[in-house]
């Protein structure tokens, strides 16, 4: 069950490239930020309203590196690589969590786990497309996104941030305030959606959004950033697959391969074959 739940948020995620391809093609993506940020933090606020527990200085570092300045790279390598690619570079953030521990907490990371990174990685690697462009401002963008993903996952599971819908509730409202003046500045006033557009807008906010982004609080403080990180690979995945299914996308031998590769680590994951290396370091 603990598993299923931490999911919602990498296959909610997913979702994020098929919706905007139905329902949000054409919408400026930072008013979409805020959009996406904004009612769902107010929403979760609603259900819980109380002051959050832990220090503003703390909450205004997790909402500028976890949704407004998260969004705005996002967005920047959006503009600027493939989704397939942005993805993938996505797919580096298990990588980056036994990185950050190795280098501020000195702790090695044990092989199992970043065998497991690297054949989960190998696997998205699979999934692009060779003819890809990699434009060098895209993949620092998504490196760096990626980067304050994992930093901001350090610090959900070490403070101790009190009720989750609070907490994730203050995230979303103030790093939707954040955004607010960046999208003013780069694609000028707030347009009004069209009647079209409101059914995806209404699955942004309340599961691409709110639940998603509670399921990863709960997954971080329930699993742990390791296993958080593992689950994130399932994003890109769902996104390849829905394109398949939504967007009539073709995939070739390679990408499906890519696909069981993912999947294969997620279960390498749970076997108790992964205890083995658990204790083995790596060499100095």
Same mark, same amino acid.
């Given at each position: 069950?603990?598993?299923?739940?931490?999911?919602?948020?990498?296959?909610?995620?997913?979702?994020?490239?098929?919706?905007?391809? @139905?329902? #949000?093609?054409? %919408?400026?993506?930072? +008013? *979409?930020?805020?959009?996406?940020?904004? /009612?769902? &933090?107010? !929403? =979760?606020?609603?259900?819980?309203?109380?002051?959050?527990?832990?220090?503003?200085?703390?909450?205004?570092?997790?909402?500028?590196?976890?949704?407004?300045?998260?969004?705005?790279?996002?967005?920047?390598?959006?503009?600027?690589?493939?989704?397939?690619?942005?993805?993938?570079?996505?797919?580096? @953030?298990? #990588?980056?969590? %036994?990185?950050?521990? +190795? *280098?501020?907490?000195?702790?090695?990371? /044990?092989? &199992?786990? !970043? =065998?497991?990174?690297?054949?989960?990685?190998?696997?998205?690697?699979?999934?692009?497309?060779?003819?890809?462009?990699?434009?060098?401002?895209?993949?620092?963008?998504?490196?760096?996104?990626?980067?304050?993903?994992?930093?901001?996952?350090?610090?959900?599971?070490?403070?101790?941030?009190?009720? @989750?819908?609070?907490?994730?509730?203050?995230?979303?409202?103030?790093?939707?305030?954040?955004?607010? /003046?960046?999208?003013?500045?780069?694609?000028?006033?707030?347009?009004?959606?069209?009647?079209?557009?409101?059914?995806?807008?209404?699955?942004?906010?309340?599961?691409?959004?709110?639940?998603?982004?509670?399921?990863?609080?709960?997954?971080?403080?329930?699993?742990?950033?390791?296993?958080?990180?593992?689950?994130?690979?399932?994003?890109?995945?769902?996104?390849?697959?829905?394109?398949?299914?939504?967007?009539?996308?073709?995939?070739?031998?390679?990408?499906?391969?890519?696909?069981?590769?993912?999947?294969?680590?997620?279960?390498?994951?749970?076997?108790?074959?992964?205890?083995?290396?658990?204790?083995?370091?790596?060499?100095?």
């Amino acid at each position: 069950m603990p598993l299923l739940i931490a999911l919602i948020a990498p296959l909610a995620w997913g979702s994020t490239y098929a919706l905007v391809n @139905l329902s #949000l093609a054409g %919408l400026s993506p930072f +008013w *979409v930020a805020c959009w996406r940020a904004l /009612p769902a &933090g107010i !929403l =979760l606020l609603l259900l819980r309203p109380r002051w959050p527990s832990l220090p503003w200085g703390k909450l205004f570092a997790l909402a500028f590196c976890n949704i407004a300045a998260f969004f705005i790279l996002l967005f920047l390598a959006a503009y600027h690589l493939p989704g397939a690619v942005a993805g993938t570079l996505g797919a580096t @953030l298990p #990588l980056m969590l %036994l990185l950050l521990g +190795w *280098v501020l907490d000195r702790q090695r990371p /044990p092989l &199992g786990w !970043l =065998l497991n990174a690297l054949l989960g990685l190998a696997g998205v690697i699979m999934l692009l497309d060779p003819s890809s462009h990699l434009d060098p401002v895209g993949v620092l963008c998504m490196l760096a996104a990626t980067l304050l993903v994992g930093i901001s996952a350090r610090w959900m599971q070490r403070w101790e941030t009190g009720d @989750l819908l609070v907490i994730t509730g203050w995230q979303l409202l103030l790093g939707g305030l954040m955004l607010v /003046p960046v999208a003013w500045m780069v694609a000028g006033p707030m347009p009004m959606p069209s009647l079209h557009a409101l059914p995806g807008l209404g699955y942004l906010v309340l599961v691409n959004t709110a639940l998603a982004y509670w399921a990863w609080m709960w997954g971080l403080r329930r699993l742990g950033t390791r296993t958080m990180g593992m689950l994130a690979l399932v994003n890109p995945v769902v996104a390849v697959s829905l394109g398949v299914m939504l967007v009539n996308e073709q995939l070739a031998p390679l990408q499906w391969c890519g696909i069981a590769t993912v999947l294969g680590s997620l279960v390498l994951m749970k076997l108790p074959l992964h205890r083995l290396f658990r204790r083995t370091p790596l060499p100095a």
